[in-house]
T-cell receptor, first 114, second 112 residues
Framework: DGGITQSPKYLFRKEGQNVTLSCEQN?????MYWYRQDPGQGLRLIYY???????QKGDIAEGYSVSREKKESFPLTVTSAQKNPTAFYLC?????????????FGPGTRLTVT | QKEVEQNSGPLSVPEGAIASLNCTYS??????FFWYRQYSGKSPELIMF????GDKEDGRFTAQLNKASQYVSLLIRDSQPSDSATYLC????????????FGSGTRLSIRP
């Protein structure tokens, strides 16, 4: 089955700790994305990558970092510099980078930082 | 700043009726328009996309696009309780490839 996997589903961390969220896809998609969703809000773009070894900041990149060493993988690190990290994190991918390509989402990781 | 606006709802529709969800966008250069359904606690699921003015039908769903007025709508015919969810409208930025902007969503409730 092709799809996008994110792990873990729930993650709990203490304030001041860095944490890495996993995202893997076997759809052979070129582009991958990370979004953050807060309660009652839409999705806000953190980072995106159109090709291996290249990525761009989204609208709320501060306090986050990513890497794209393999086409299939796009991990997100939430650093201690992120002021309000508790949120629902969604990874997505799309077949290409044209403006007409729809994005498909993984199941999400719910991060709670206390 | 590019924006996508949706009425947050909740929109309450009786079972079997037509649910109409609306979305407006600010960037006249936008070319691609998407509707996602999101159940509580779950990730968004793509249900429709539309690129050309007019209507696009897929089963009980119809997407309508009017670029001159900068709005896109989603009609759900014969609404079912399983249609109760939040519906997110998403629009490409019109400038940068790959980036789309999401509205905050409309919560739809189908009452039996």
């Amino acid at each position: 089955d092709g799809g996008i996997t994110q792990s873990p589903k729930y993650l709990f961390r203490k304030e001041g700790q860095n944490v890495t969220l996993s995202c893997e896809q076997n759809l052979n998609h070129d582009a991958m994305y990370w979004y953050r969703q807060d309660p009652g809000q839409g999705l806000r773009l953190i980072y995106y990558s159109q090709i291996v070894n290249d990525f761009q900041k989204g609208d709320i990149a501060e306090g986050y970092s990513v890497s794209r060493e393999k086409k299939e993988s796009f991990p997100l690190t939430v650093t201690s510099a992120q002021k309000n990290p508790t949120a629902f994190y969604l990874c997505a991918s799309s077949i290409g980078t044209g403006i007409s390509y729809e994005q498909y989402f993984g199941p999400g990781t719910r991060l709670t930082v206390t | 700043q590019k924006e996508v606006e949706q009425n947050s709802g909740p929109l309450s529709v009786p079972e079997g009726a037509i649910a109409s969800l609306n979305c407006t966008y600010s960037d006249r250069g936008s070319q691609s328009f998407f509707w996602y359904r999101q159940y509580s606690g779950k990730s968004p699921e793509l249900i429709m996309f539309i690129y050309s003015n007019g209507d696009k039908e897929d089963g009980r769903f119809t997407a309508q696009l009017n670029k001159a007025s900068q709005y896109v709508s989603l009609l759900i015919r014969d609404s079912q309780p399983s249609d109760s969810a939040t519906y997110l409208c998403a629009v490409d930025t019109g400038v940068s490839a790959s980036k789309i902007i999401f509205g905050s969503g409309t919560r739809l409730s189908i009452r039996p």
